[in-house]
Structures are given as structure tokens and as C-alpha cells.
């Protein structure tokens, strides 16, 4: 089958854009594994499909999935990406924008200077939401918050939509990532396994943070990664309410209220080329 696809990066976590409301989307997890193989296909983290909304208050639907066919549950560059796309292929002509995902509503706001604002809809720390098991461990409480230790790290754990374990780090450079982000990856106190987030505190309105993403491994920059950890470092007290944050590939801005107020996350989002594949 002939499918006609759009390349897409957010501060370099790089998309392949399906557009469903032109074109039938049905592909196989085989089809995208090779759609989203850097060898054998285009290449990308994750695989984003925009969708007709059936609910009268949302102009679309928006789906994702990792780079190995698995569905997941949210991606913050990949939204950014996704209203980059319906504005500019003229899908709406409206500069914010409603979308359901699995399981989130986000707003989306396409800012002058052509970055994207996104409401990411609020932090859960409920573990049932995660899942994370943390049956017979004792956590550290630092301001009141919990870090549980596992695979040998103090280990921050929220829900952004989809699950994230974050640490501190003294040096985001020299952190194992390679190695221990697949272990916490795959660590049997996450069922449904979880994306590892590394983060240096460089002053109380900036870090830098590296994220070994779940099924797509450690790539330049995770939008959920990124609220996940500046979350964290408010509730521990390390962080102030608006952060920069610098990834490898890019630099996004994080914004937190706390409680059940919605993170915002500000950041570029960029159109890289149009192609057809035939899978
Ligand atoms: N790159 C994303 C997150 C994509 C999904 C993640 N790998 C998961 O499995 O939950 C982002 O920008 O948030």
C-alpha cells in the first residue's frame, strides 16, 4: 500500500505525520515498525495519526505510536507537531486547537513566533495510574514527596498521561542512561513499563534533562519527559514555577501552578519534508 506521510521534528524528537482525515489509516504494528526503522523505512520515535474527532468538542483526534507499533497514551513534541500540521495543510484555521488523545484532552495554541503552547492537562501521582508497584519499599520524603528507591536511584513517579520515573543527576553528560534507563524501563515494579527521565538542577528555573524514552529509547528531547521532571523538582522544592528546560535537541519551557492546575509546555515544532512510502 502507497501511504503518503509528513516528516515532522519537536526540539529533534523526530515523527512521521499520518493524515487520516485525507487518507485511510489501517496499518499493521509490522507496517510501522518498518515505517518507523531508520534503516528500512523513513525513521522516527514515534508515528503520529490525525484523526476526524466524533466528539463535538474536539477539531480532531490524535493518535501515537512508538517507533515499534506499540499505541501509547501521549506525547508532548508530538502534539506540537500535530497542530504545526493541521494549520499549515489547512485542516482548520483556527490558532488553538482541541484534541483528544487515548486518554487526554489537550489545548493548543500556535504562538506568533511559531512555537507551540500546550496544555498538557494536570500531573497524576496516583500509582494505580502509572502502574507502579511499590509494595515493601520505604520511600525518602524530601518537601513532603516521595522518591522510592529502585535499580540502586531515588526514583520521582508520575503520570503525565503516560508513565515516567525521574531521577536527579549531578551531570547529565556522564549519566548511565544507556544503561540504567532500560533498566528502569523494564524494571517488574512497572507492569507497563515507563520512560527513565535524567535530570541536572542548573539553577531553580533551568535544567537539562535527558529521557530514555519507553519502546523508543533515549531520544533528543520527551515533551511529557520534560513536564514530568520539572514537575518533580517543584514537589521536592528544587524548582520554581516556570522552567527552562534543555534538552539535546532543544530547549522547552515548562510551566506549573501545582496542585491539579495544568502544566503548560511551550516549545518549536517544525515541518522537515513530504513523502510517499510504499509498505
Ligand atoms: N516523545 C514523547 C513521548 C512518546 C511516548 C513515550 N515513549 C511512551 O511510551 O510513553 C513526548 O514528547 O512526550
Known sequence: MRLRFTKMQGAGNDFVVID???????????QMRRLGDRRFGVGCDQILVIEPSNDAGADFRYRIFNNTGAEVEHCGNGSRCFVRYVVDAGLTDKREVVVDTMNRRLRLQLQDDGRVTVDMGAPV?????LPFDAS????????????????GVE?????MGNPHAVQ???????????????????????????NAGFMQVLARDRIALRVFERDAGETLACGTGACAAVVA?????W??????????????????????????????ATRVFDGEITL
Not at 136 to 151: D, I, K
Not at 233 to 237: D, M, V
Not at 243 to 252: A, F, H, S
Not at 258 to 265: D, N, T, Y
Open 168 to 194: 536527579r543527576v549531578d551531570d547529565v553528560e556522564t549519566a548511565p542512561v544507556a544503561t540504567l534507563g532500560p533498566a528502569i524501563e523494564h524494571d517488574a515494579r512497572f507492569p507497563r513499563r515507563v
Open 233 to 237: 523538582g517543584i514537589r521536592l522544592g
Open 125 to 129: 501521582f496516583d500509582h494505580a495510574a
Open 20 to 30: 487520516a482525515t485525507r487518507q485511510p489509516f489501517a496499518l499493521t504494528p509490522e
Open 155 to 159: 526514583l520521582a513517579v508520575l503520570s
Open 239 to 268: 524548582l520554581d514555577a516556570a522552567v527552562e528546560v534543555q534538552t539535546r535537541g532543544g530547549q522547552l519551557r515548562i510551566e506549573w501552578a501545582g496542585g491539579a492546575s495544568p502544566v503548560r509546555m511551550t516549545g518549536p
Open 136 to 151: 515493601g519499599l520505604t520511600p525518602r520524603y524530601v518537601n513532603g514527596f516521595e522518591l522510592w528507591p529502585v535499580q
